[in-house]
């Protein structure tokens, strides 16, 4: 039980003492968990956050670009394969967030985004794993980070639908902790009497979840040498990479950093770069536009790589840095916040902090990046229209499609509006769809939906 008096003193050092105000009027229970709570909270830590580097120190990172990668393509996907095939690899999707930026208040993940099936995010999501698993004879782990707002939904949503055809045990949820939000003056705040008022620690919470949950202690135990890292609303992110197990495998690698060039200086994605010899990803939140046109001695913009969130860890240096009691750091930006303040719920200008998986990459000594093709390995679901919504990601992988089939000696001539869609189970990659594909059509002149559910060779 926290000694209330000891908090009291505490929280009076940390200027964070208004939060007691009132404490007396609540129910005993209620009491014992608000102090309990408060007396968790690292209010030093949320005082400082994390500054990023200055811009003048910023160098190019190592990244295997595609030339390097084709030459290289043979190798890399021999040891990849292998290190599927011999259970050394997991797959982690992060999915905390809700659906709010797309009309709904559900998980992300259960929006339905595939046009002619109807398939929720995460159906497709698990539909890749589940595609991986059957190619390499053996249940990948899916491991599945929600949120408290989201975990009981996601659950249950997986349960109804039988875990998308997923083995039993083969999904792993857990979900992430919270921080408090701030006023502007830097005063922790109440979401109602008793209650602090807190956000979702951001996909950096990831990592520590990962410990406090005994998953990441399950993996090294399993002999898992690495996590494939996605996010939920990419939905052509691919987990069955073995390019990219491969290169962490030949270059001994803590965590490989899939890279793209920027569609334009203010596309809203975190930048590869390099400082004292170690990688980072700065966030977008966190340079002016300014510096993202910034050019270096070289001629070339300093800020060009971005992360679309995809990255691949090494277990044995996670397991590392939970051994070295490690946690992501804070960063802090500024939100509109509905406090509990004088008896009633008021809007007010204050700030979220949340950690980022990215602060990782600084902590590896051995860091390396790989640049992608976009067209192939992002298709990001956050907005409702425009830009990065629904309707251009399922844009992005209709035409990814349509060059499966044209590979395949398919004519494809599209009308306005008509979209292609191939399930994962007939074949989540290129190659799986250039090697099952039966000729059963000598053209595609309209939508058009491919779905096997046949176990892949």
Same mark, same amino acid.
Request: contains cysteine; glycine residues 8%.
């Given at each position: ?7 009291a ?24 968990a ?21 811009l ?19 190798a ?32 992300k993940?259960?929006?339905?985004v ?12 698990? *539909? /890749? &794993?589940?595609s @991986?698993? +059957?190619?390499? !004879? $053996?249940a ?17 949503f ?33 979401a109602a ?13 990831c ?17 898992v ?21 491969g ?19 203010? *596309? /809203? &994605?975190?930048? @590869?770069? +390099?400082?004292? !010899? $170690? ?47 490690y ?25 979220k ?47 990814m ?15 306005? !509006? ?14 799986q ?17 491919l779905?096997?559910?046949r176990?892949?060779?």
């Amino acid at each position: 039980m926290t000694d209330a008096f000891a908090l009291a003193d505490h929280l009076r050092a940390a200027g964070q003492d208004h939060l007691l105000a009132g404490i007396q009027d609540l129910p005993a229970d209620q009491r014992t968990a608000f102090l309990d709570r408060l007396a968790a909270v690292d209010w030093q830590e949320l005082a400082t956050p994390l500054v990023p580097p200055p811009l003048g120190v910023l160098k190019s990172s190592r990244v295997v670009d595609p030339a390097e990668r084709i030459e290289r393509r043979a190798a890399l996907t021999a040891a990849g394969e292998a290190a599927y095939r011999a259970g050394r690899t997991a797959v982690l999707m992060v999915a905390g967030g809700q659906g709010t930026r797309l009309g709904s208040s559900a998980p992300k993940g259960c929006f339905q985004v595939a046009k002619h099936s109807g398939k929720s995010i995460y159906q497709l999501q698990a *539909e /890749k &794993v589940l595609s @991986l698993s +059957r190619r390499v !004879g $053996r249940a990948v782990p899916f491991l599945v980070m929600t949120s408290p707002a989201t975990d009981a939904e996601t659950r249950e949503f997986f349960a109804v639908n039988g875990d998308f055809g997923l083995a039993p045990g083969q999904v792993r949820f857990f979900s992430q902790g919270t921080v408090p939000s701030l006023a502007a003056d830097g005063k922790g705040l109440l979401a109602a009497p008793g209650r602090l008022l807190e956000n979702p620690d951001g996909h950096g919470g990831c990592f520590t979840a990962l410990v406090a949950s005994g998953q990441l202690a399950r993996l090294r135990a399993e002999g898992v040498a690495w996590i494939v890292y996605i996010q939920v609303d990419n939905i052509l992110a691919p987990v069955d990479d073995a390019v990219l197990v491969g290169l962490g495998e030949q270059e001994s690698a803590e965590v490989v950093t899939k890279v793209l060039a920027k569609a334009h200086p203010d *596309e /809203k &994605v975190g930048h @590869l770069v +390099r400082v004292d !010899g $170690r990688d980072h990803i700065i966030e977008y939140t966190e340079v002016t536009p300014e510096q993202t046109r910034a050019v270096g001695p070289d001629g070339q913009v300093i800020l060009r790589w971005g992360s679309p969130a995809m990255l691949l860890w090494s277990v044995g240096f996670l397991g590392r840095l939970a051994d070295a009691g490690y946690r992501p750091p804070l960063h802090r930006s500024a939100k509109p916040l509905k406090a509990w303040r004088d008896g009633q719920t008021v809007e007010l200008k204050g700030w979220k902090s949340e950690r980022f998986i990215f602060d990782m990459v600084t902590e590896a000594e051995a860091s390396i990046g790989l640049a992608i093709d976009r067209s192939i390995e992002f298709a990001p679901v956050k907005n409702a229209s425009g830009d990065d919504s629904p309707a251009s990601a399922v844009a992005i992988a209709s035409t990814m499609y349509a060059d499966w089939l044209r590979a395949a000696g398919v004519r494809v001539e599209l009308p306005p !509006g008509a979209t292609i869609e191939i399930s994962p189970l007939f074949a989540a990659t290129r190659e799986q769809f250039l090697a099952r594909w039966d000729h059963r059509t000598v053209a595609v002149t309209g939508d058009y939906y491919l779905e096997d559910d046949r176990p892949i060779a």
